[in-house]
């Protein structure tokens, strides 16, 4: 059985500070991406980045670029975003999951495989 465990986020002033954490057990398969997305409330969710843990590819959507970052600890099976400078409009539920690649910002290949969601709010 695969599972996604998320932990992190809360609330930050603006310019604050966070980070999330995606511990994940169960995937078949040694390489693969874990993918960022986040989803507003009224707002289709959307993806905030990417990273391929068999070359280290990172991609970002254009909105958190230069202030989040994504990366993965293989050893211990868990994905991270380090999310800097933060703004009232990224606030939302933040999803981490699991897939084969990224196309680009969008880890894709699977379709079930996402955490639980972590609350980021962002107060100006």
């Known amino acids: 059985e695969v599972q996604l465990v998320e932990s992190g986020g809360g609330l930050v002033q603006t310019g604050g500070s966070l980070r999330l954490s995606c511990a994940y057990s169960g995937f078949p398969f040694d390489d693969h991406a874990i993918g960022w997305f986040r989803q507003a409330p009224g707002k289709e969710r959307e993806a905030v980045s990417c990273i391929s843990t068999s070359d280290g590819r990172t991609y970002y959507a254009d909105s958190v670029k230069g202030r989040f970052t994504i990366s993965s600890d293989n050893a211990k099976n868990t994905g991270f975003l380090q999310m800097n400078d933060l703004k009232p409009e990224d606030t939302a539920v933040y999803y981490c999951?699991?897939?084969?690649?990224?196309?680009?910002?969008?880890?894709?290949?699977?379709?079930?495989?996402w955490g639980q969601g972590a609350q980021v709010t962002v107060s100006s």
């Open positions: 999951k699991i897939g084969i690649v990224c196309i680009r910002e969008i880890v894709s290949g699977t379709d079930n495989y």
